[in-house]
């Protein structure tokens, strides 16, 4: 995301403003979807599409940009009252999806051990915290590996906080604009990257453990949501397929039946966020990279391993899983759509031709 505000110059009362609608409405849609469905629902921002914007932000100005952001809302909304994505992922094998999921995760966890091998102390302390803390059975293991990965980054003085002003952010509106070249560069990109790389693998991880998500529900009210943000900059708001991993496992509660309260934890915690968006980002930027990689590596170690034994489990779908796997982590991309896109694809197909043999 600071890569693409640098590629636009905005200011920094627009930055935060920025992270005031995305934090707001990832709050709100974690919190109202968890406490209506009873399962752990969090919403997030897709950061394919914040990655779109570090060219987009170039060739467009802002106001181009918030009109696609309206104009992506209103497609996904559609999309969600219509149906359509729901049909299409009931037709797809559980296998195939779950091979997908993995690939999109796959990433993440090897990105523990590269990192590690950057800061060995760091890496290697945070992971061995992290599976005592399981042994033991301590809740919520995750959170202990992020307090020793703290405690050893500020004990070899890589922590640099700036003097920090405690403010809440103010919105700013940004009047759109509708070209018609931003449809085809812009609107239809985020629709493809939000439906492919966050909605897709954020419902493979709520079935990876047992939840039955509304998935129609979860396509209109995040599209409803990024709606009302668009104004202020925000850059949509969709189901998470990443942060989720740290509230849908039997680490953050035991009972699945009461589980969806961390959905709500989660939601209120994005909403105070979202008022002191400025200066949460501030402490954010002042941790080392290598210790978010392991981190994030480490909350999702629980999802990839689920998604890899329920991709293979059963034989008949080894083949076309196997396939999603590979063009998924290839980060092959065509037609503005990402490689989890066409891992689905591919792996349907081979399923597909496969039935036909036998």
Known sequence: ??????????????????????????????????????????????????????????????SEVIGAYFVASVILMLIG???????????????????????????FGVKIFSSTRLN????????????????????????FAFVIGVLVVALQSKINIP???LSIVTPLWTNPTF????????????????????????????????YVPPINTIVH???????????????????????????????????????????????????????????LSTLFGSFPGELTAVLAGIALLPIITTSLVDAMEDKDYRDSAVVTFLVTIS????LGVGSPFWGLIAGVIVHQLQRFRR
Not at 84 to 90: G, R
Not at 127 to 142: C, E, N, T
Not at 180 to 208: C, E, H, R, W, Y
Not at 331 to 334: E, F, T
Request: glycine share 10%; aromatic share 8%; charged share 10%.
């Open 163 to 165: 003097e920090i002003k």
């Open 221 to 279: 009210f995040g599209g409803l949501l990024s709606l009302l943000g668009a104004g202020f900059g925000g850059s949509g708001v969709n189901l998470s397929s990443i942060t989720a991993s740290i509230a849908i496992t039997e680490e953050s509660d035991p009972n699945p039946e009461t589980r969806y309260f961390a959905g709500v934890i989660a939601g209120l915690a994005y909403c105070v966020a979202a008022l002191f968006a400025g200066v």
């Open 120 to 143: 060995p102390i760091l890496g290697i302390s945070m992971l061995m915290m992290f599976f005592v803390a399981k042994a033991i059975k301590l809740r919520a293991p995750v959170v």
């Open 331 to 334: 980060g092959v991309s065509a």
């Open 81 to 107: 009252y219509t149906g359509i994505f729901s049909k299409l992922m009931e037709t797809i094998p559980h296998a195939v999806i779950m091979a997908m999921l993995a690939g999109v995760l796959l990433t």
């Open 1 to 62: 995301m600071y890569q693409a505000v640098q590629a636009a110059n905005l200011s920094v009362e627009l930055t935060n403003s920025w992270l005031l609608a995305i934090f707001m409405g990832s709050g709100l849609f974690a919190l109202l979807m968890s406490l209506r469905f009873g399962i752990p629902i969090i919403g997030s921002w897709a950061s394919t599409t914040t990655a779109l914007l570090i060219t987009g932000l170039v060739d467009h100005p802002f």
């Open 179 to 210: 070209p018609v070249g931003a449809l085809f560069t812009l609107t239809i990109p985020i629709v493809l990257m939000v439906m492919t790389s966050q909605n897709a693998p954020g419902i493979a991880l709520l079935k990876a453990v047992g």
